[in-house]
């Protein structure tokens, strides 16, 4: 078969040159043209030392992209980071780091492209399920919690403050419901020893999400670093809703305003 009449039978939605460049093939990686992708490694595996100004390399760029918003499908991208793993990029490789947290593969897929099935997909090639809950809390993305909660993330990682505070802090509270859900500490406090529910109370969150962390038992006697507690920001609030929830719990725990 002449190289012509091969060339005619690429089923790739992007011609591939002889030479590729790297801005081609970042291109070929953007739109998910997963042949395009195994065509040009296959002939130039230099392009796998691509790194971008953050340390991305073409694992990272394929796992940003978000699917839904560029109307792309989500199996075209399972394809072509399945091509780039195959070709030998590490499913755990950081593009950067900040401390003990790592910018990974699935990091990206969850934090960047919202894309859950390619995230699954990482999860079954065994990448690892950490440093991608604060992602899922910031997105408020109940399904990406799960998904990571069923990998085996922690639910509580260590640091100044854990995901659920991280979403409280941004009133996400349908991701913070199902990491009360998963188990995680309503009472957590951070450098300041505020809990969740001072940061709720201080900026008066609505009534129904301040029932859900005490209906999982979050306690209204934790004093921050002043001496304030829960129980006597709700004693002290003119909310109705508020002062229900005061009167419920406060007996309970012989808190005074």
Not at 180 to 200: I, N
């Amino acid at each position: 078969m002449s190289p012509k009449s091969t060339s005619r039978k690429s089923t790739s939605r992007t011609s591939t040159p002889r030479g590729v460049s790297k801005t081609r093939m970042i291109a070929f990686v953007k739109a998910l043209d997963w042949r395009a992708v195994k065509e040009a490694l296959d002939g130039h595996r230099e392009l796998l030392d691509y790194r971008g100004p953050k340390g991305q390399n073409l694992l990272h760029l394929c796992c940003g992209i978000e699917v839904k918003a560029r109307k792309l499908r989500p199996d075209l991208s399972i394809r072509t980071a399945g091509v780039l793993l195959d070709a030998g990029l590490d499913i755990n490789q950081e593009a950067f780091r900040e401390g003990t947290w790592k910018a990974t593969p699935l990091w990206y897929a969850i934090g960047r492209g919202k894309n859950l099935e390619l995230a699954a997909y990482l999860l079954k090639r065994g990448a690892d399920p950490e440093h991608c809950m604060w992602a899922a809390a910031f997105n408020d993305d109940p399904a990406a919690v799960r998904l990571l909660v069923k990998a085996g993330a922690e639910v509580d990682p260590a640091g100044e403050e854990t995901p659920l505070l991280f979403a409280v802090k941004w009133s996400q509270f349908d991701a913070a419901r199902e990491l009360l859900e998963s188990g995680a500490d309503p009472d957590f406090q951070d450098k300041h020893h505020k809990t969740a529910l001072h940061y709720m109370l201080k900026k008066r969150s609505d009534a129904r999400y301040v029932r859900m962390f005490l209906e999982h038992g979050a306690r209204i006697d934790v004093p921050d670093e002043a001496g304030v507690t829960a129980a006597g920001m709700l004693g002290r609030s003119r909310d109705a809703g508020y002062q229900e929830l005061f009167k419920r719990y406060a007996g309970k725990e012989g808190d005074q305003p």
